[in-house]
């Protein structure tokens, strides 16, 4: 179930800890941007007001926190950015994938015009990006060859997307349209 990260500060934190040295969670450290906001030596810095971010938590039926959903709102442009998906669990489960379905679909509720974020190529979960977009008339804006340098001390490249709001609720209603027939 998706639900506010402001009401869940202890929970994240003790799975933060948890991932933050992991070496399978490289791909969602990458920026040095997201030092402010995921100290690597302490606890993550939570939104408190849409200003500071649009922040919710993966909760599982248990009441466990299971993933952390982030983004930032630039209303001047209308875009939302910066997307931060990270799943605390090894695996992708369905109760996540619900909670990031619901995510993102709540990102295009509010007054934007477009969702850009990126991703590592080599992350698992760019096939993930891939069918979304695919699904939702968004594209693969460019890719950045060997640009970044992540924990391996490797160069990784990254893809850049973006998807229209326009776009995603048109292919929404060609969806409906195809389930009725």
Known sequence: MLKEAKDYKVEINEQYSKVKNDERFMYFFVHSYREDKFPLRT????AESLWEG???VSVNSEGSVIGFLSADL???YGIVSGL???NFKDKCNMTFSRDLYAFLNLLFTLDIRKIQFSCISENIIDKMYMKYI???NGRC???YKDSIRLSDFKYHSYKLYE???VDY????EDNKEKHKK
């Open 43 to 46: 606890g993550m810095k939570i």
């Open 54 to 56: 649009i922040e919710y």
């Open 74 to 76: 630039e209303s001047d």
């Open 84 to 86: 931060r998906i990270l």
């Open 134 to 136: 695919k699904k939702y």
């Open 141 to 143: 804006v460019g890719i």
């Open 163 to 165: 998807i229209f709001k």
């Open 169 to 172: 609720l048109k292919a929404i």
